[in-house]
C-alpha cells in the first residue's frame, strides 16, 4: 500500500504536460494586449517581449507550469 505522500506524487506526476494539447496567448501584463501564442508545455523566463499591440512597454514572458506569470 502506497503513503499517500508517494499517492500525492504519482498524481503530480501524471499531470506534468508533456504533449502540447492547449494553445494561449501571451498577454502583456500591463494592459493586457495579446502578444504571441505559446502551449502547455512551454517554460520561460528571461525572456524580455515589448508590447506592440497596447501600451508598448517591455515586460518579462514568464512560463511556469504551462501558464504564464502576470508579473510586472
Ligand atoms: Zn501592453
Known amino acids: ?17 508533456r504533449v502540447a494539447t492547449e494553445r ?7 494592459c493586457g494586449a495579446k502578444h504571441s501564442i505559446y502551449d502547455n508545455t512551454a517554460s520561460s523566463s528571461g525572456v524580455f517581449l515589448l508590447c506592440y499591440r497596447g501600451c508598448k512597454k517591455e515586460f518579462e514572458l ?11
Not at 514568464?62 to 510586472?72: F, T
Request: net charge positive; proline share 9%.
Open 24 to 30: 494561449m496567448w501571451i498577454h502583456c501584463p500591463y
Open 1 to 17: 500500500m502506497s503513503s499517500p505522500q508517494a499517492l500525492h506524487d504519482m498524481v503530480r506526476n501524471l499531470h506534468l504536460p
Open 62 to 72: 514568464v512560463i511556469e507550469d504551462g501558464k504564464q506569470v502576470l508579473k510586472k
